[in-house]
């Protein structure tokens, strides 16, 4: 059975930075979709950043390209998300979230249906 374990959320000023980090645990794809989600009060959950684990292919959202980064560590079953220059409106619980093994292609155009496994989230808050 598929684990995923969030840490790193809290609580900073606009501008700072916080670093997301997601352990896998009961599976050993090599080739599958790892993603963040976030989803803000009264709000729906939306994808933040996608990686294919088989190449490391990445892919953002337009709000948040350029200052998130997500990463992968084979060696730790361990994807991150560096995020830089923080918004109040980044503002949101963080879950990480794995898919069965799927096409690099395919990935990128995954949604919340598509993804079988979640972690509980880690909240991130940031304040102007």
């Known amino acids: 059975q598929v684990q995923l374990v969030e840490s790193g959320g809290g609580s900073v000023q606009a501008g700072g930075s916080l670093r997301l980090s997601c352990a896998a645990s009961?599976?050993?794809?090599?080739?599958?979709?790892m993603a963040w989600f976030r989803q803000a009060p009264g709000k729906e959950r939306e994808g933040v950043a996608h990686i294919f684990t088989g190449d490391g292919s990445t892919y953002y959202a337009d709000t948040v390209k350029g200052r998130f980064t997500i990463s992968q560590d084979n060696a730790k079953s361990t994807v991150y998300l560096q995020m830089n220059s923080l918004k109040p409106d980044d503002t949101a619980m963080y879950y990480c979230?794995?898919?069965?093994?799927?096409?690099?292609?395919?990935?990128?155009?995954?949604?919340?249906?598509?993804?079988?496994?979640w972690g509980h989230g880690t909240q991130v808050t940031v304040s102007s």
């Open positions: 979230a794995a898919s069965s093994p799927v096409l690099r292609s395919r990935c990128f155009r995954l949604g919340v249906p598509n993804f079988g496994s």
């Open positions: 009961g599976y050993t794809y090599s080739s599958n979709c």
